[in-house]
């Protein structure tokens, strides 16, 4: 437990101390969502109505920024196997570190979301029903990206195959994500359906996702 | 701690690197490793350490109670494991918390190996004989019976590698184990020597020999 609370605390002061990938992927989050009345016009009720698809699309894009870098960056300057050492299983450890990946991805994207729906003129409702739905569904996010980057840890170049294998997976979370902050705005569907299970897919990615990691980078060692 | 290894052999990519490779090991007892460039002395401190599969053969460990191979060595190699934007402080204290079993502080570590003043600096403003020595320093801060060192020597002057042969003793007074790849003397008094011979073969003879094996 103490391996594992030094390895958050670890992460968290590298995102902070060299910049990081978290400020990075808020600011790529931000250059879609701005791009996106570029290109539309500026048609309101249009913007107001594919807003949270646009969020959520920009979300599952940005949050493959500093991915590949997950288990990398420890792969190649021998951290990874300072872990593998560790009295803590490797599953604590890849917990650990998507946590930590999290808190500084995801969660300040889902935090900075209503901010940015201003952009594709979301109304209040429209926005806090969106930042919901990013708090609960960015961590199956983060989850299958991990099993992503476990793969393609010791892969040089492996940001693009990583998105290629990823995206794929992701789609589940972006139609149940997207379908809940639009039933938000109305429709047959109540909100919590959707929403429940966009958490049962964060639970779910969660489990899968560790262990796959986990199993990704025993294998490849 | 008891370490024994039978008749370990290891392929990479289809091409043998070594074979038939036996020696054991007990409390207090050293081991060097030698053997010209690539004959494959990092490829088994990595089978040792558990990170390569060897093709045939076993290591095992006796006297270590539950703990697994893995987590009673200490590796301190090429890949120094060290992050460069941390101080040297937080990489050390980084490593006693995901090791376990600490025995110095960082601080009482660093001034052994001569770095004291460094303790408060990101390691991306060492220089490479003083990441070597964080490393190093690494092996200080939590206890663990067996070195697994690969070139330790690789960068440091000679004031740090006496600090060094001063460490290894004393571990090995201890009944620690030290298995270290090198070229160079070391001042491990009366350890053992495991000379991986070449494969014997020159580049061109080798690529003909491998041609009935399957590989590209």
């Not at chain 1, 047959?188 to 779910?204: H, K």
Request: aromatic share 4%.
């Amino acid at each position: 437990m103490r391996a594992l609370r030094a390895l958050v605390a670890r992460d968290l002061a590298l995102a902070a101390r060299v910049g990081g990938s978290g400020a990075l992927s808020l600011v790529f989050f931000l250059m879609i969502v701005a791009l996106v009345p570029f290109a539309l016009g500026p048609d309101l009720n249009l913007l107001s109505r594919i807003g949270p698809a646009i969020l959520w699309l920009a979300a599952v894009l940005s949050t493959l920024i500093g991915l590949d870098r997950l288990f990398q960056a420890d792969e190649e300057d021998g951290s990874l196997d300072l872990m593998t050492g560790s009295p803590a299983p490797l599953e604590g450890v890849v917990l650990a570190k998507v946590l930590a990946h999290w808190l500084t991805t995801g969660l300040p994207l889902a935090l900075a979301s209503p901010l940015f729906g201003l952009l594709v003129a979301l109304d209040g409702r429209a926005m806090a029903a969106t930042a919901l739905t990013l708090l609960v569904g960015t961590p199956a996010l983060t989850f299958v990206g991990a099993v992503g980057a476990a793969l393609t840890a010791s892969i040089r170049r492996g940001g693009l195959i990583l998105a290629v294998v990823v995206l794929p997976l992701m789609i589940p979370t972006l139609i149940f994500g997207v379908s809940a902050s639009e039933s938000a705005l109305g429709g047959t569907v109540p909100f919590t359906t959707p929403l429940a299970i966009l958490g049962a897919l964060s639970l779910i990615a969660g489990v899968i996702g560790t262990l796959a990691a986990a199993a990704a980078l025993r294998w490849s060692e | 701690m008891r370490l024994t290894a039978q008749d370990l052999a290891v392929r990479r990519s289809g091409r043998r690197i070594f074979s038939g490779l036996s020696f054991a090991l007990g409390p207090g007892e050293a081991l060097t490793i030698t053997g010209r460039n690539g004959a494959g002395k990092s490829t088994l401190l990595a089978v040792l350490a558990g990170r390569l599969k060897p093709e045939a053969g076993t290591v095992t460990v006796a006297q270590v109670g539950e703990a697994t191979l893995s987590e009673c060595l200490h590796v301190v190699g090429h890949r120094d494991g060290l992050k460069s934007p941390l101080t040297a402080e937080e990489n050390l204290a980084f490593a006693r918390d995901l090791l376990g079993a600490p025995t110095a502080s960082p601080r009482a570590a660093l001034e052994e190996l001569g770095l004291g003043h460094a303790l408060r600096l990101p390691v991306a403003y060492l220089s490479a004989g003083q990441r070597r020595r964080v490393a190093l320093a690494r092996l200080l801060v939590c206890r663990r019976p067996l070195w697994l060192l690969d070139e330790p020597t690789a960068a440091l002057d000679a004031a740090s590698q006496d600090v060094l042969a001063g460490m290894m003793a004393r571990h090995r007074a201890a009944g620690g184990l030290v298995i270290a790849a090198t070229h160079q003397a070391l001042g491990l008094a009366d350890a053992q020597d495991l000379r991986i011979a070449a494969p014997a073969a020159p580049a061109a003879a080798r690529s003909m020999a491998a041609a009935d094996e399957v590989w590209w």
